[in-house]
């Protein structure tokens, strides 16, 4: 089944304690991303990556990394997390879009969801 | 950055027809709807590409202006499984969002 999974589902942290959030789907997408979803705020991208080894900011980047060692795996990690990153972590992926312009995507496959507490 | 959506809010009895504004302050190629039940993923609804071609919902319809950097998202005759958060989206960058709420 074509699907995009993350883990852990729920997580309740202290401040200052690394924790990764890992992300992974098996529709050999291109394209992997990383949002953050507040309320009113809608979804906000945090980091996106548009191969292996190739990563960008997104609007909300910092007290996140990245990286993308294989074509599956997009982690989230945040080295010392803070109350302020409290919130509902969404992963994504998907292909390009043929024929666009740069940066330019299909439809986009989301994992269930990581809802962080930071305490 | 983010698309505006409007309105931010729409409430709904089943049987009628709304509409959702997506607008952008960058050039389009295309354009993306996704719904949002509560707690959940957002899932694909329809893509609008430049040019015309349009692949998505059977039953949800949307306009895309190129000119304009807008798109629409229609829908008609609601019923209460629409209800959810919609968003638009220019591939990786989604709006802001409108919530519409269907009651019997």
């Known amino acids: 089944e074509a699907q995009v999974t993350q883990n852990p589902r729920y997580l309740i942290t202290v401040t200052g304690k690394k924790l990764t959030v890992t992300c992974s789907q098996n529709?050999?997408?291109?394209?992997m991303s990383w949002y953050r979803q507040d309320p009113g705020l809608g979804l906000r991208q945090i980091y996106y990556?548009?191969?292996?080894?190739?990563?960008d900011k997104g609007d909300v980047p910092e007290g996140y990394k990245v990286s993308r060692k294989e074509k599956r795996n997009f982690p989230l990690i945040l080295e010392s997390p803070s109350p302020n990153q409290t919130s509902l972590y969404f992963c994504?992926?998907?292909?390009?879009?043929?024929?666009?312009?740069?940066?330019?995507?299909?439809?986009?496959?989301f994992g269930p969801g990581t809802r962080l507490t930071v305490l | 950055q983010q698309p505006v959506q409007s309105p931010q809010a729409v409430i709904l009895r089943e049987g009628e027809d709304a509409v959702i504004n997506c607008s952008s302050s960058?050039?389009?190629?295309?354009v993306h709807w996704y719904r949002q039940k509560h707690g959940e993923a957002p899932v694909f609804l329809m893509i609008l590409l430049k040019g015309g071609e349009q692949k998505g919902h059977e039953k949800i319809s949307a306009s895309f202006n190129e000119k304009k950097q807008q798109s629409s998202l229609y829908l008609t005759a609601s019923q209460l499984s629409y209800s959810g958060t919609y968003f638009c989206g220019t591939g990786l960058i989604f709006g802001t969002g409108t919530r519409l709420q269907v009651f019997p």
């Open positions: 529709m050999n997408h291109e394209y």
């Open positions: 994504a992926s998907s292909l390009g879009l043929a024929g666009g312009p740069p940066i330019s995507t299909d439809t986009q496959y």
């Open positions: 990556s548009m191969n292996v080894e190739v990563t």
């Open positions: 960058k050039a389009l190629y295309s």
